[in-house]
């Protein structure tokens, strides 16, 4: 665990982390370090920026948090003494990777091919498409697929060591019967 620098009027409240650059859909793990200051805290607030998911506050002392979007996040720990003042610890994340999107559900007719269109939030990014055995499918975000029978189809995008995925569901239907009637002979003009 990494503990970052107090910015809180000299009070020794502090926050560890478990590391200051993750990836997508990582879990993060913060606790204050100073549950036992004699100052005597009687609350905390975290706070963090937008696209945070928090899986676990534990008795405001530690905190789970994954985040769905890339960049520098900030995360700030808020501990209040007996006096209600608030001291305050701020921490930067960096949040690396790419969101992988592998599109809605398709429903294509058995036996004809369609197009899957997957797409990344960075052209930087490596993209490789697999089928649910694992098959390479393509490296493109444009795959044109024509499974026998329904499956899903996975994209994998792969940015700076950090890996994301999702799947899609390509559902087989049969085609529809057509049929206009019998020949028939008509007069000109009628």
Same mark, same amino acid.
């Given at each position: 665990?990494?503990?970052?620098k107090p910015?809180?009027? =000299?009070?020794?409240?502090?926050?560890?982390?478990?590391?200051?650059?993750?990836?997508?859909?990582?879990?993060?793990?913060?606790?204050?370090?100073? *549950?036992?200051?004699?100052?005597?805290?009687?609350?905390?607030?975290?706070?963090? !920026?937008?696209? /945070?998911? @928090? +899986?676990?506050?534990?008795?405001?002392?530690? /905190? +789970?948090?994954?985040?769905?979007?890339? =960049?520098?996040?900030?995360?700030? $720990?808020?501990?209040?003494? *007996?006096?209600?003042? %608030?001291?305050?610890?701020? $921490?930067?994340?960096?949040?690396?990777?790419?969101?992988?999107?592998?599109? %809605?559900?398709?429903?294509?007719?058995?036996?004809?091919?369609g197009v899957?269109?997957?797409? !990344?939030?960075?052209? +930087? /990014?490596? *993209?490789?498409? @697999?089928?649910?055995? =694992?098959?390479?499918?393509?490296?493109?975000?444009?795959?044109?697929?024509?499974?026998?029978? !329904?499956?899903?189809?996975? *994209?994998?995008?792969?940015?700076? %060591?950090? $890996?994301?995925?999702? +799947?899609? $569901?390509?559902?087989?239907?049969?085609?529809?019967?057509?049929n206009a009637?019998?020949?028939?002979?008509?007069?000109?003009?009628?």
């Open positions: 665990m990494v503990q970052s910015s809180g009027g =000299g009070h020794p409240h502090t926050f560890s982390y478990n590391s200051a650059s993750i990836c997508l859909g990582d879990t993060l793990k913060v606790q204050d370090t100073c *549950i036992h200051d004699p100052f005597q805290p009687t609350s905390r607030m975290w706070t963090f !920026s937008p696209g /945070a998911q @928090t +899986s676990t506050i534990l008795n405001q002392t530690q /905190a +789970s948090v994954v985040f769905s979007t890339p =960049g520098i996040k900030i995360i700030t $720990l808020s501990v209040y003494d *007996i006096f209600n003042v %608030a001291y305050t610890d701020t $921490l930067q994340i960096e949040v690396r990777g790419s969101i992988a999107d592998a599109g %809605a559900s398709k429903k294509y007719c058995t036996n004809t091919s899957l269109i997957g797409t !990344s939030d960075t052209t +930087s /990014a490596s *993209i490789s498409w @697999t089928d649910a055995s =694992g098959a390479y499918v393509g490296n493109s975000r444009i795959i044109t697929v024509a499974p026998a029978q !329904s499956a899903y189809f996975y *994209i994998s995008v792969n940015k700076g %060591a950090c $890996l994301t995925r999702d +799947s899609v $569901l390509v559902k087989t239907v049969a085609p529809p019967i057509v009637g019998n020949n028939a002979t008509v007069c000109n003009g009628n």
